[in-house]
């Protein structure tokens, strides 16, 4: 056990809950410990909440509070707490590895002084001698070896009757306590069947110190094998810190100067060469390179920078040098919130997860119950030695149904998943959108820049009233200079590659759904949808059978009036992501129904959707339409998620059962969603989906597994089996059973590690 914490820590988590203060409690031991550390902090005055992670043995606790004031809870719930360090920080992950490996050693050391005591015990009980009390020499060897036996109590044992101790003054049991009194019974009895022999029935003679040395030296084992494999779940986030470099190379006053990435600061410039990490965030300034961005997007081609273009910490430089100029540094980078997202989400809890801990957290005062009962039946009802038997029964319920596997299944599983979709490009912000997610019947998918690239280009302009397309063009860009919609930067775009100057523009209004009006010159501009020139009375004639036509080959067609009068249709073309088409196709393999929602006109929507594979859409869908479209599915009984890009969306996002957000990682705007796609590709929903059903299945196998074994394993140690086939568990192997079990959960979450998604 680690000796309490006195350090007096004067750290605050804001208000806001956006930099949680991290604490690890080592000696929590099962679901129970987390219900009880949880609620002791909740009750700190100014904690907001409190999430422990059980496999990890962390707390993250936001709020406005001191660390010294949840250290203090904590201990008063009967547990040691110490600060720990920002899990984004490699000096905090090699601090907890380094604890770990020392905590896995001293367990190893423990295991072996206990089984090379009870292994010999037991080979000589089976194949060798009595293990009873029958004459003055086996009186004086068993003393001997019951003396040998609370060495190992007190030497490989402590911490679990320590762990009990502390329960027990704070009114609470747990997993400690069940192995303390099992231990502890069968120690206690043989004791006294070696100094009071002629007290005890000749039949009921019998000592089980070989028992308590097994269960310590087994479940010692247990635990030790379960912090070797538990390591492996946190490879994802190893993997990410991993890509930041330790130093940078800066240039400062012409010279440049390696430097620790901590201490750049923002508008610094600093060279890359081939094949070396981006240490910070950045726009090149020169120079020309291609980047491979996989291991934050998932996205396996290297992409293209220069000059304007933005790159990101982490990424790796393949080909040219360049020069950048840092414009997020240290915690602000994308990859430094990414890795916070990661190690959120991994200490979240589903809500099948927050079920289990309830059932633990009754489940050792019923299981206490059931042994103290089995014994009664034992002493009563039983045949001779009863109070052999007993002893025996109730030790057994007592070992056997330690809930640690119970405890484990969600924290291991949800770690794994979590990691497993980081490292393809998907971030999941909490354990309630990894569960929603794996249940989704409906996404609903916003046409621009969702399933097309949201790069919009002109590909016709129709004159109606004559004159020039250079004429049009320029009032038509003049107009649309004052908005940032796609379809107006594309007619501003145009109007610049034709080298078309563009005026200034005046009493500009955008109208939702409909376009946007202004003044340019002496000229007053519509430019829109047909809905805007019915608003204004503009006559449109044969117009709309053009427009209509355009629509038909997935353009979108919008009307341009000057002065009153109908000059021209421009026709804007959004090209459809290549792998539009093939993404859609895996959702609906995976179950999932597809609806496209658009501001667009129908016939143009149409055209789209049918190039997708998408039956149902809804055209000229105001901004606040789209969230009405949501409540209606929802109505419905449907479990919809949807997709956009986390701003214009955000109704909608919000409402949603599960919002996703598709953007490059780069903006902070990855806080709006439950889940965010790094690349732009609708395979990253795919992605989600299955990443999600993958990792609920295994958690439902480690809850099913451990109920099972729970369940199953109470009765049969307490005797039920007895009466019928003559089968009484051994104490050992109900404690080799429970030492395995969560073994075997983490074992079984360690597998997601292998899971990929279905090909792209």
């Not at 040219?320 to 809890?349: C, H, P, W, Y």
């Not at 484990?408 to 354990?431: C, D, F, Q, W, Y």
């Not at 009006?517 to 519509?526: D, F, Q, W, Y």
Request: aromatic letters at 6%; glycine letters at 10%.
């Amino acid at each position: 056990m680690n000796k309490p914490v006195e350090q007096k820590d004067t750290r605050q988590s804001d208000g806001g809950g956006s930099h949680p203060i991290y604490l690890n409690v080592i000696d929590a031991s099962c679901a129970s410990c987390v219900d009880k550390i949880e609620r002791a902090l909740k009750a700190v005055p100014g904690v907001k909440d409190a999430a422990m992670n059980l496999a990890q043995r962390s707390v993250a606790v936001t709020g406005h509070v001191e660390g010294s004031s949840l250290i203090k809870a904590i201990e008063s719930a009967g547990y040691t707490a110490k600060m720990a360090g920002d899990p984004s920080d490699r000096d905090s992950i090699d601090e907890q590895e380094k604890s770990d490996e020392v905590y896995y050693r001293r367990l190893l050391r423990e295991t072996w002084a206990a089984l090379s005591l009870g292994v010999p015990l037991m080979v000589y009980g089976l194949f060798i001698g009595e293990m009873s009390v029958n004459s003055p020499g086996q009186r004086l060897a068993w003393l001997s070896v019951g003396v040998a036996t609370l060495v190992v109590m007190y030497w490989a044992g402590k911490h679990f009757y320590v762990g009990a101790w502390k329960s027990f003054l704070n009114h609470s049991a747990n997993m400690d306590t069940l192995i303390a009194l099992g231990t502890g019974t069968a120690w206690i009895y043989s004791m006294f069947v070696v100094l009071f022999p002629d007290i005890v029935p000749e039949m009921a003679r019998h000592v089980y110190f070989e028992a308590t040395a097994m269960i310590i030296g087994l479940i010692n084992l247990g635990l030790a094998l379960e912090i070797r494999a538990r390591g492996k779940t946190s490879l994802a986030i190893k993997r990410l810190i991993g890509l930041q470099p330790k130093l940078a190379r800066v240039i400062r006053e012409g010279q440049e100067l390696d430097v620790a990435i901590e201490s750049v600061a923002l508008g610094e410039h600093l060279r890359v060469r081939p094949g070396e990490k981006l240490p910070v965030d950045g726009v090149v300034l020169e120079g020309h390179t291609t980047i491979d961005e996989s291991m934050l997007t998932g996205e396996p081609m290297p992409i293209e920078k220069g000059p304007g273009d933005t790159v990101v910490a982490g990424t790796i430089n393949r080909s040219g040098t360049v020069i950048f100029e840092a414009t997020k540094v240290g915690k602000d980078t994308a990859l430094a919130q990414i890795i916070q997202m990661v190690k959120r989400a991994q200490n979240s809890k589903p809500p099948i997860g927050r079920l289990a801990d309830v059932i633990s957290a009754y489940f050792v005062p019923v299981v206490m119950i059931i042994a103290v009962l089995s014994a009664l039946v034992w002493l009563n009802f039983g045949p001779e030695p009863r109070l052999a038997f007993a002893i025996v029964c109730a030790t057994t319920v007592l070992i056997i149904a330690c809930p640690c596997a119970l405890g484990l299944a969600t924290p291991m599983s949800v770690m794994v998943g979590v990691g497993k979709a980081a490292e393809a490009g998907v971030l999941i912000r909490n354990g309630e959108a990894l569960q929603t997610a794996s249940k989704l019947s409906a996404m609903v998918l916003d046409k621009t820049g969702t399933i097309t690239l949201g790069q919009p280009r002109v590909t016709e302009i129709e004159l109606v009233a004559g004159g020039l397309e250079e004429h049009v063009l320029s009032l038509a860009a003049s107009l649309e200079s004052g908005s940032e919609h796609p379809l107006a930067q594309s007619i501003v775009a145009s109007a610049k590659e034709r080298g078309i100057s563009i005026e200034k523009v005046e009493s500009f209004k955008a109208i939702a759904g409909h376009g946007v009006s202004g003044k340019v010159g002496a000229h007053e501009l519509l430019f829109g949808n047909e809905r805007l020139m019915n608003k204004h009375g503009i006559e449109l004639g044969d117009s709309v059978a053009k427009g209509q036509a355009m629509a038909a080959r997935a353009q979108t067609p919008m009307y341009f009036s000057v002065d009153g009068r109908l000059d021209a249709i421009i026709a804007v073309e959004d090209p459809i992501k290549e792998d539009s088409i093939s993404a859609i196709n895996r959702l609906k393999e995976d179950g999932v129904r597809i609806i496209m929602l658009t501001g667009d006109n129908r016939d143009t929507a149409k055209a789209v959707a049918q190039r997708v594979g998408i039956e149902e859409f809804y055209a000229e869908v105001l901004p606040g339409q789209k969230s009405e479209k949501i409540s209606e599915l929802q109505a419905r009984g449907e479990i919809v998620g949807m997709s956009g890009d986390g701003i214009n969306d955000a109704p909608a996002l919000a409402l949603a059962n599960v919002g996703f957000a598709i953007g490059t990682g780069t903006d902070v705007a990855i806080e709006s969603a439950d889940i965010t796609l790094m690349r732009g590709s609708l395979h990253g929903l795919a992605d989600a989906i299955e990443v999600s059903k993958a990792t609920m299945a295994n958690i439902k196998q480690n809850l099913v597994g451990a109920f099972i074994y729970n369940v199953a394993g109470v009765p049969v140690a307490a005797g039920v089996l007895y009466p019928f086939i003559g089968i009484l568990l051994n104490p050992v192997i109900a404690g080799a059973a429970m030492a395995f079990s969560s073994l075997t959960v983490v074992t079984n979450a360690n597998r997601l590690r292998l899971f990929k998604a279905s090909a792209a």
